[in-house]
């Protein structure tokens, strides 16, 4: 069973700063890409970040500059640093990471339950 458990959402004045990490447990044997989602009410879910093992990152266009993702492959976690927020990124965000949990197994795709980052005025 692999669980992947966001933390670090919460409130926030615009202009400030979160860090979200999500954590990947369970029997994993080794990880991919890792990356974060985020999903605003009424709206589809959408790419925010991601890295591969070897540590390229890509990222929307809307978070350049203001937010950075970074992982730890020694503690299977990966990490979200939001700068600069505005009130449009608020939104439940998502950790998402392509995994294998066997040698000879396919990588399959799994996602945390997400976070609620709330930017206020």
């Known amino acids: 069973q692999v669980q992947l458990v966001e933390s670090g959402g919460g409130f926030v004045q615009a202009g400030g700063s979160l860090r979200l990490s999500c954590a990947a447990s369970?029997?994993?044997?080794?990880?991919?890409?890792m990356g974060w989602y985020r999903q605003a009410t009424g709206k589809q879910r959408e790419l925010v970040a991601t890295?591969?093992?070897?540590?390229?990152?890509n990222s929307a266009d809307s978070v350049k500059g203001r937010f950075t993702i970074s992982r730890d492959n020694a503690k299977n976690t990966v990490y979200l640093q939001m700068n600069s927020l505005k009130l449009e990124d608020t939104a439940v965000y998502y950790c998402?990471?392509?995994?294998?949990?066997?040698?000879?197994?396919?990588?399959?795709?799994?996602w945390g339950k997400g976070t609620l980052v709330t930017v206020s005025s």
């Open positions: 369970g029997s994993i044997k080794s990880i991919n890409d």
């Open positions: 998402n990471g392509h995994l294998r949990t066997s040698w000879f197994g396919s990588i399959m795709e799994y």
């Open positions: 890295i591969t093992s070897g540590g390229t990152t």
